[in-house]
């Protein structure tokens, strides 16, 4: 069946660094891809979507890929704020549109 | 402003009480979902209901139970059945069958069993 892997965190990262964080999905047909931002106590949040291939997602300085080749869709942002500490989660929504599948999301804490 | 709107916001339980979990929202949506998320894991679908009237068991429906007779409404029973019901619990819906949307999510009920 569908599924997203993600990197296991949790990741601590010094300000202004680079950040990527992996995911990779297994799918029939081709699914919609989607990364969602979790802040502590809150809901997810939409960050970035792709829905087909080759497509980049982005906001907030965020960006991710859709690649059909090697079935992943990674997140990337190139300078990091103590803003960004949120656990971030890859997930996917099937060819139905009807059936999401999360990653079990990674832990992101930016220190000053 | 349009959104969905989960209540309450924290809640505790005695063992052995069924409890209700509200979930509404203002978009129009017609599929919405419910997912119990506990700490370091990911998202678990309970159930989800596409239509009115209508409903789907998820991965781990036992021990839930729900109902959806009005298209913004789709309230979450947790039942003295289920044992382990501490665990934060996730509203979420999309707008159209078959289109390729995103999930849109409230901001979550944390129940605790005491």
């Known amino acids: 069946g569908d599924s997203v892997t993600q990197m296991e965190g949790p990741v601590t990262l010094s300000e202004e660094a680079f950040l990527t964080i992996n995911c990779t999905y297994t799918?029939?047909?081709?699914?919609?891809l989607f990364w969602y931002v979790q802040y502590p106590g809150e809901g997810l949040q939409l960050l970035l979507k792709?829905?087909?291939?080759?497509d980049k997602g982005s906001n907030k300085g965020f960006e991710a890929t859709y690649r059909k080749e090697t079935t992943s869709f990674h997140l990337e942002k190139g300078s990091v704020q103590v803003s960004d500490s949120a656990v971030y989660f890859c997930?996917?929504?099937?060819?139905?549109?009807?059936?999401?599948?999360f990653g079990t999301g990674t832990s992101l804490t930016v220190i000053p | 402003d349009g959104g969905i709107t989960q209540s309450p916001k924290y809640l505790f339980r005695k063992e052995g009480q069924n409890v209700t979990l509200s979930c509404e929202q203002n978009?129009?949506?017609?599929?919405m979902y419910w997912y119990r998320q506990d700490p370091g894991q990911g998202l678990r679908l309970i159930y989800y209901?596409?239509?009115?009237?209508?409903?789907q068991k998820g991965d781990i429906a036992e021990g839930y139970s729900v109902s959806r007779e009005k298209k913004e409404s789709f309230p979450l029973t947790v039942t003295s059945a289920q044992k382990n019901p501490t665990a934060f619990y996730l509203c979420?819906?999309?707008?159209?069958?078959?289109?390729?949307?995103?999930?849109?999510f409230g901001e979550g009920s944390r129940l605790t069993v005491l």
């Open positions: 799918a029939t047909g081709y699914p919609s």
């Open positions: 979420a819906s999309t707008p159209t069958q078959g289109a390729a949307g995103e999930l849109f």
């Open positions: 209901s596409q239509i009115v009237n209508d409903f």
């Open positions: 792709a829905t087909k291939a080759d």
């Open positions: 978009l129009n949506h017609d599929a």
């Open positions: 997930a996917l929504s099937d060819k139905t549109g009807n059936q999401f599948y």
